[in-house]
Each structure stands twice: as C-alpha cells, then as structure tokens.
C-alpha cells in the first residue's frame, strides 16, 4: 500500500512516524499551499468548509505523487460538525475524477476504533512493534507541540526578527528524523537549548492573547496565513488553547490527569452552552472565559466560513466578551480571506490591547 493522508500542521510528522513503522510505504503531500487550495476548491461543494476543500486539493496532490490508499478520519467532530461526512463525499468526488485507490476511515468514536483502526494498518507485525510505532507517533506528536509552543513564548522577545522561526524549524527538522525514542530525547533538549540560545529582549511586556477556534484552522498555518507567527512579531505572545494531543486525549477519554484538558474549558462553557454542540463550539466559548481569568489581553477566534459549530460560538461570544469585559476578534476564514485584511484587523485590535493595558493600573 502507498498511503497518502491530509495535512495539519506537523500531523505528518507522527502519521508518517506510525505508519512508517507499521511498515507501510507513505506518501507524504507537499505541504498545503496555493495549488491546494485551488484544486480542492475546484472540485469541492461551493458550501462545504474550507478544511474539506484543503484535505481534497492534499488528497489530489497524495494521488498525483503515486498514493493508491487514502487515510482518513471516519467521525464527525460530534453534533454539527460535518466531518463524518467526509471521507465518504472526498471518496465519491475523487472516483468521479477517475482517479484509482482505497479509502481507509479510522474512527475516532473510542478508545479501541481509534488505536484498532490504526494497529489493522500494521498486519504482520508484532503487538510490540504496533505499540513501538504509536508510541514513537505520540511522542514525536508531543515534541513538536513543546517546541511550537516554545516558539510562541520566546518569539516576542526576539532580537533579530524571524529568528524564532528559524530556530523552531530546525527543531522541527530534527524531531522528523529521528528514528527511535533515544534521537527523538536528543532532539527535544537540543531544541530547548536552541531556544534557549537565542537573543533575547526581557525587558519588553508583551500582550498575551489567546488563539482558539475550530482546530483545523488553528493548526494549519497556510489557511490561517500564520496568523500565531505575525502576531509574535508584532510583539505578543500566542497561547494556543488548542493541541491536537489534547483532542486525541480527550476523544479517547484519557485527558482526566491533563492540565490542558478540553474537559475545563467545556464546564467553563455551561453558563451559556446547555449541551454539546460539536467539535470546537464550547471550547471556544470556554477558553474565553478561562483566558480572562487567567489574566489575558483578548483572545482571536478563528472559525471557516459555513463552520456551523463555530457560527453557533461566534454568536454567543459577543455575550461572553461584554459578560466578561475580554476582547474577542473572530476571523471567517475561507479560500478568498487576504493578507491585507487581515493584517488591518490584526494591527487595529493590538493597539486596542496595549491601549487598555496601559490604562489600566498596575
Ligand atoms: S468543525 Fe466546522 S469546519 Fe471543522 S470539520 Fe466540522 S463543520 Fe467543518
């Protein structure tokens, strides 16, 4: 089997990790970029959110690069969300358009569909070997989430601009080639060191903001045009209430012992959220409440466009922002959002934040 599988973020990374492991031939995407984005949209329902669109143009670009099976999550995010449909309509479209291969779903319902969905991959290995390779997976999974978040504190202290980036793809590079548990350790402290190695400037106060909203495109920085990395070289520090590890921990019930846990930000919600929306509704509502009391300047809300989990959070946050004297800037994101505009947007609510902290008696 070649097996090919959408992007988010550094998801690659560990995916490429397990299967490679499982003995699988992997056929990893370029990277999501413009040529997705426009093919996806070319053969995508005009309505369907952007991360369907984005995950067709990778699956395209997986075939057109040799893949003959397709890797796919099977659920929906729960309640609105319309992620369970996707496997079955990408699989649909993508015949039409002639092309030969597989869809292999993994359900992420439970505990045992998640891990059984992933270990029926590794036929003919051992049980050892299958934990080894989701073992590794996780761990290169969590390595690459220290060092993002890593990158998000240090990067408003930089010297010399894009240094951050610099040092946290180099980290990055490092965790991707490791081969077993004892380079990956390596690769960990050297990146801490990396960081810790940089020039800094302390004596600034940076504006500490939230960035939360539907987790496809909090994690995928070509759809939200990096907006973690402009805002810390516009001098704030991002907390990323949203980490894919956390997510998996929590759909497999197994975020009870997780200072990050979902699990808080959904009683944060109850106030205003009776029920479960689906996917990231309630965290979203959740983390802005959990941000102000932990002392943040303002949170951005990132949702795609005919998200319907979001657009529920979106109309509740207003509330949640007078309710709670916290600014929220929430941004639709869809193939026609811009760089100007964003950055417009993006520059007008940091002078707002530094404005009401300076007024503000310390
Ligand atoms: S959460 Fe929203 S954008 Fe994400 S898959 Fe579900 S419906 Fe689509």
């Known amino acids: 089997m070649k097996i090919t599988f959408p992007h988010m973020g550094n998801l690659d990374i560990a995916v490429k990790a397990i299967l490679g492991r499982l003995g699988q031939e992997v056929i990893v995407p370029p990277r999501t970029n413009k040529r997705t984005l426009n093919l996806g949209v070319r053969y995508s329902p005009e309505f369907a959110c952007l991360p369907f669109k984005v995950n067709l143009g990778n699956f395209i670009e997986g075939l057109e690069k040799g893949a003959d099976t397709l890797l796919m999550i099977g659920d929906s995010g729960g309640g609105a969300c319309r992620l369970g449909f996707y496997a079955r309509i990408h699989e649909a479209i993508l015949k039409r358009l002639g092309y030969n291969f597989r869809m292999i779903t993994v359900s ?15 036929q003919g290995k ?39 980036t610099k040092v946290y793809n180099r980290v990055v590079k490092k ?12 690769a960990r402290s050297e990146g ?8 800094q400037d302390r004596d600034r106060r940076p504006l500490r903001v939230t960035v939360g909203g539907e987790i496809y495109v909090v994690w995928e920085p070509f759809v939200n045009l990096n907006l973690e990395t402009r805002l810390g070289e516009m001098g704030v520090e991002v907390i990323r209430t949203l980490w894919l590890s956390e997510n998996i921990l929590h759909r497999v019930h197994l975020d009870f012992w997780s200072w990050r846990s979902k699990s808080r930000a959904l009683r944060a ?21 959990i941000s102000r009391r932990r002392g943040y300047d303002g949170i951005i809300h990132l949702m795609p466009f005919t998200c319907m989990p979001e657009i529920v959070a979106q109309s509740i946050l207003p509330k949640v922002s007078r309710d709670y004297n916290m600014p929220v800037l929430t941004f639709i994101l869809d193939e026609h959002t811009a760089e100007a505009g964003m950055m417009t947007r993006l520059e007008a609510f ?3 934040l530094a404005r009401r902290k300076s007024c503000k008696p310390q």
């Open 108 to 122: 992420n319902r439970s505990r045992s569909q998640f891990l059984g969905g992933f270990a029926g991959l590794g």
């Open 126 to 164: 051992s049980w050892k070997d299958i934990l080894y390779a989701f073992w590794l997976g996780w761990g290169k999974m969590r390595a690459c989430e220290e060092a993002e978040a890593l990158s998000h504190r240090i990067r408003p202290y930089e010297v010399k601009r894009g240094e951050t």
């Open 175 to 186: 965790i991707d080639e490791a081969e077993a548990f004892k380079e990956l350790k390596l």
């Open 192 to 199: 801490r060191c990396l960081f810790q190695e940089m020039e």
């Open 269 to 289: 919600a109850e106030p205003y959220l009776g029920y479960d929306v689906g996917a990231e509704c309630n965290v979203s509502v959740g983390d802005t409440i």
């Open 350 to 352: 940091v002078d707002l």
